[in-house]
């Protein structure tokens, strides 16, 4: 589990396309967000549930471990899903 400092550092700049988030952060920040690694089929997709929200995701592998832009617009577009159905 990464650093709480380190990770409250990619919370806050979740958004920021432009600070590349490793895959252990990214998977932190979700946690945080309600989010509970669900069962794959192997593989690099991972899933992460949510309540009635599923979101699933590319594992990053190879040399850098930083997620894909597609992956976190994703998971910005399930927890603004999240939000709305909590307010």
Request: overall charge positive; charged content about 35%.
């Given at each position: 589990?990464?650093?709480?400092?380190?990770v409250d550092f990619f919370?806050?700049?979740?958004?920021?396309f432009s600070v590349p988030?490793?895959?252990?952060?990214?998977?932190?920040?979700?946690?945080?967000?309600?989010?509970?690694?669900?069962?794959?089929?192997?593989?690099?997709?991972?899933?992460?549930?949510?309540?009635?929200?599923?979101?699933?995701?590319?594992?990053?592998?190879?040399?850098?471990n930083i997620v894909s832009?597609?992956?976190?617009?994703?998971?910005?577009?399930?927890?603004?899903?999240?939000?709305?159905?909590?307010?």
């Open positions: 589990m990464p650093k709480r400092k380190k919370e806050e700049n979740f958004d920021n988030i490793p895959w252990d952060c990214f998977v932190a920040v979700l946690k945080r967000k309600g989010f509970e690694e669900g069962k794959s089929s192997g593989g690099s997709t991972c899933i992460f549930v949510c309540g009635n929200e599923r979101l699933t995701v590319h594992k990053p592998h190879g040399g850098d832009k597609f992956s976190r617009e994703r998971a910005i577009e399930a927890i603004e899903r999240i939000r709305g159905e909590n307010s």
